[in-house]
C-alpha cells in the first residue's frame, strides 16, 4: 500500500521537482518498517523463552506435588487397610501386630521419601 502512496504523490509532484523526497522518503519508511518486524520477532522469541521457563518450574512443581501424593497415597492405603475394624486382618487385636503396622507404615513413609529425594523429586 505504501509504495503506492508515495508513486501517487511522487508523480503529482514530478513538476515540481519533489520526487526525490518521495523516494528518501519512501526508503526511510521500509527501513523502519523492516526494523519493526526485526523487533517483532525479537520480541516473539522473548515471549517463547518466558513461557518454555514457566513450563519448567510448573513441571518441577508437579514432580514435587506427585512424589508427595506417593508418600500420603502408601500411608493412606495401609491405615486404611487396617483402619476397619475387622477381626480376620492380620494382626487384629494383637498388640505387637499394631505395633509392626506401625513401624510398616512409618518404614514405607521414609523409604518412598530417600527414593524421591535421591532422585530429585523432593
Known sequence: MLPNVVDTLAYASMSMGHAGYFEDVDRRVERLLARTE???????????????????????????????????????AITGYYGMNLRTWPAAGSTVGGLVILLLTIGLTLLLAFVFWRNGWL
Open 38 to 76: 526485526v523487533i517483532r520477532e525479537i520480541i516473539l522469541a522473548l515471549l517463547e523463552v518466558e513461557q518454555a521457563a514457566q513450563g519448567n518450574s510448573l513441571n518441577q512443581v508437579m514432580r514435587r506435588l506427585s512424589a508427595v501424593a506417593a508418600i500420603f497415597a502408601t500411608v493412606t
